[in-house]
């Protein structure tokens, strides 16, 4: 694939260096200086974001101007901008595969969290919480990931009308990448599940496999979920974490 990634921070130099390795071609392009991308350069099958959320539309919008018509949204608390993305998508005809996280493992872990919330939900005693854990720098807390936790603790536990019931910590310390740790407390035991990335290379992983299910079928104008491409992921035999 000929793939452009936007944003030149810790995810997008990850993801170019990934589909280099995986033999694309890849161009790595940080913000210009006034704010706004030349459309003339965004070329290419797949155009990945990975820049700032206030930035998505803008880039879209650009990338769209220049001929795009496939992308992979990796950037992180942009909801607010959502109706807006998916406007200038469906009036393009244009399709994007947007996360909040693209690691497999973050993708399993949600269904685990559906799993454990289905049983420990209906035993009385046992209060359900999230901890989050990602570097100093980062600026949205909690994490986008966590909010979709959040958002599917709530959905399923019958004790939580909303995700602003669920009682949820964010930890912004040092260097970690990313840990998410969803747990369950009574007053003689407690289950916690977690997991924790060590690196950026897993979300690069499921980056270049949206971009690859974007291209290898016409896919549907609009916003698609991660989703369908995990679970063509795990059809597979055998299959690389």
């Not at 909040?100 to 046992?126: I, M, T």
């Not at 999230?130 to 959040?150: M, N």
């Not at 897993?202 to 979920?225: D, Q």
Request: proline content about 5%.
């Amino acid at each position: 694939m000929d793939i452009t990634i936007l944003g030149d921070g810790a995810l997008g130099r990850v993801v170019a260096d990934s589909a280099r390795a995986a033999g694309h071609d890849a161009r790595l392009i940080g913000r210009p200086a006034d704010g706004r991308h030349d459309p003339a350069t965004l070329r290419g099958d797949v155009v990945v974001e990975c820049s700032r959320p206030e930035a998505v539309a803008t880039n879209l919008a650009a990338a769209l101007d220049g001929g795009a018509r496939r992308f992979v949204i990796a950037t992180t608390a942009w909801s607010d901008d959502r109706d807006l993305v998916e406007g200038l998508l469906l009036g393009r005809d244009a399709a994007a595969v947007a996360s909040s996280n693209f690691s497999l493992g973050v993708a399993l872990f949600g269904r685990l969290v559906d799993a454990a919330v289905d049983l420990f939900g209906h035993v009385d005693g046992f209060d359900p919480y999230l901890v989050e854990w990602h570097r100093r720098a980062k600026a949205d807390r909690p994490s986008g990931t966590a909010r979709d936790l959040a958002d599917r603790i709530a959905a399923r536990h019958p004790d939580l009308t909303t995700a602003a019931d669920l009682e949820v910590v964010s930890v912004r310390a040092g260097a970690s990448p990313g840990m998410h740790l969803v747990g369950f407390d009574a007053a003689g035991e407690t289950l916690e599940i977690r997991l924790t990335a060590r690196d950026r290379t897993a979300y690069a992983a499921g980056i270049l496999a949206a971009a690859e299910w974007l291209v290898r079928v016409p896919r549907p104008a609009g916003l698609h979920p991660f989703a369908p491409i995990v679970d063509e992921l795990l059809a597979r035999r055998p299959i690389a974490a």
